[in-house]
Structures are given as structure tokens and as C-alpha cells.
């Protein structure tokens, strides 16, 4: 590595390392690599669900599901219990994010995704789409919004065991959940009321195989977002016309395959 390269690897380790220290589990980045624990969602689940006994059989983060059209969405984490109900847990700083098609669009791909072809309907395994936001975009000042389908007519539950759950993070007070929330606003570990989500951001935040971890995640993600900038210039050149497609690769430094797929796509 030359003095150059070497000036700007350090200049960016120490950037992340500021940014490492001001992380928080609201921050959805940092939240995937904590909540990859077992432990930690457990803690979640029973919390925000009220189910002491609840038991995580399966933890994924950063989990992709598409649907039968092959458009996919990032689950923050996804989780099975062992009873098999399924979980989609997002946390979400901003409103927009958390809007309630999109909800209905993380519930269906959950419902596509756990059905066994020739399964029996009724076999649709109970499900759980929790946001936890930063504002309460309720703006009805509860700590939590249970959102379930129901029969106007009758006012009685639709029954389909399919339920979106919104945690308000703005309220910090002395119950489980307001702990909780209270927790995901902590940039310190040392602060945080639950000691197996402090242990586990003090790995992350202090500990050189947990920062090492991190800092390759922000690497990562930079490297990815370098990369999806590059192809949407590509992409203009293509619309633009006035070069080939090997001209393009060789100025994008796109492998030619990646370029014609560009052209065959029309996105990125």
C-alpha cells in the first residue's frame, strides 16, 4: 500500500471509529450486527409481545425475501420462534420509512416465503411485522400500536394471525419496554438498563474483534455504495448512447457482462 492509499485507509478508520462510538440500536446498522444474537431478540420479543417463555429457534440479519416477481426487501432482522410464528423487526428513524403499505408489503413477503408449495392455508404460521421508530408516528402518545385486521360491520378480529406492531422510542419511562427504548437511544453501554444488548454493544464498541467487525461493515457498505454509484453512471452512458458497451466498461471499469445487463435491465 502506498503512503497515499495508506493516509486515506487511516483518515477512514478513524472516521468510523468516531462513528462506531456515536452508534446507537437505533441506528439500523449497528442494530443488525447486535440483534445477529440470539439473546438480544429474545429479549425484544418478550418485551414488546409480553411473553416471558418466548423462545427464538432462528435469527437472521440483514435477511433478504423476494416475492414471486423477484423484487426483494432487506429485513433488519428476521426471526422463527419455537412455536414457528415469524418476525420481521425494523427499526426506522424516519416516518417515511415506516409508512403502512410498506408494512403490508413485509407482512405479505413473510406469508409468500413460509408456505411450502401444496401446504394447506390454514397451516400460515402466525406473524409479526414490529417498527420501532425514532418519532411516534402514531402521534396518539402510546408507547405501542397494534395494528390488526377487523370486521367493520361486527367490530370482531378478522382472525388471519397476521400483525404489524409500531414501538414509539420516544418514550423512555420505568416499565420493561420504556427501559427498552430507553437502551436503543444509549450510545454508552455503560447506561443501558439490559445487560445482554450492553454486553453486546460493548463487544462492538470496545472490543478490538467487535470493532473489527464493525469497521469491515462500514467498509463494506461504502465499497457497495461506491459501486452503486458507478453503475448508475453507467447506466446514464447507456441512456446517453454515444459510447459502446466495451467503451463503458473499460471507463466504469464494469466487468462487460454487468454493463449489458445494465442495458438489458434499464436499472440498476
Known amino acids: 500500500m502506498d503512503t497515499v492509499n495508506e493516509l486515506h485507509y487511516s483518515q477512514k478508520h478513524e472516521e468510523d ?8 440500536l437505533l441506528d439500523d446498522d449497528f442494530l443488525t450486527k447486535v440483534f445477529e444474537d440470539t439473546e438480544c431478540v429474545e429479549l425484544l420479543l418478550r418485551i414488546i409481545l409480553g411473553k416471558d417463555d418466548l423462545k427464538a429457534f432462528e435469527v437472521h440479519s440483514q435477511y433478504n425475501m423476494k416475492n414471486l416477481q423477484g423484487r426483494s426487501a432487506r ?3 428476521f426471526a ?13 428513524r424516519s ?29 400460515l404460521p402466525e406473524t409479526f411485522i414490529i417498527f420501532i421508530t425514532e418519532n411516534d408516528i402514531m402521534k396518539a ?9 377487523f370486521v367493520e360491520e361486527t367490530g370482531n378480529l378478522f382472525g388471519d394471525d397476521a400483525h404489524i406492531i409500531y414501538v414509539n422510542a420516544q418514550i423512555k419511562d420505568e416499565t420493561a ?3 427498552l427504548m430507553h437502551d436503543f437511544s444509549c450510545t454508552d453501554p455503560s447506561d443501558m438498563n439490559y445487560r445482554v444488548l450492553a454486553d453486546r454493544v460493548r463487544y ?11 469497521c469491515q461493515m462500514l467498509e463494506e457498505m461504502r465499497n457497495e455504495t461506491a459501486l452503486e454509484t458507478t453503475k448508475e453512471f453507467a447506466l446514464r452512458l447507456i441512456i446517453r448512447g454515444k459510447d459502446t458497451l466495451e467503451e463503458i466498461a473499460e471507463i466504469t471499469k464494469l466487468p462487460l457482462e454487468e454493463v449489458n445487463l445494465l442495458k438489458k435491465t434499464g436499472k440498476v
Open 17 to 24: 471509529l468516531k462513528r462506531l462510538k456515536n452508534f446507537r
Open 141 to 149: 402518545g402510546l408507547p405501542l400500536y397494534h395494528v390488526n385486521r
Open 80 to 92: 422463527v420462534d419455537d412455536s414457528g410464528r415469524t418476525f420481521n423487526i425494523e427499526v426506522q
Open 177 to 179: 419496554l420504556g427501559k
Open 75 to 77: 429485513f433488519d432482522v
Open 204 to 214: 462492538f464498541k470496545e472490543e478490538k474483534e467487535g470493532v473489527s467487525a464493525m
Open 95 to 123: 416516518d417515511r420509512g415506516a409508512a403502512s403499505k410498506r408494512a403490508r408489503y413485509h407482512s405479505s413477503l413473510l406469508d409468500a416465503n413460509v408456505m411450502e408449495p401444496g401446504e394447506e392455508y390454514e397451516k
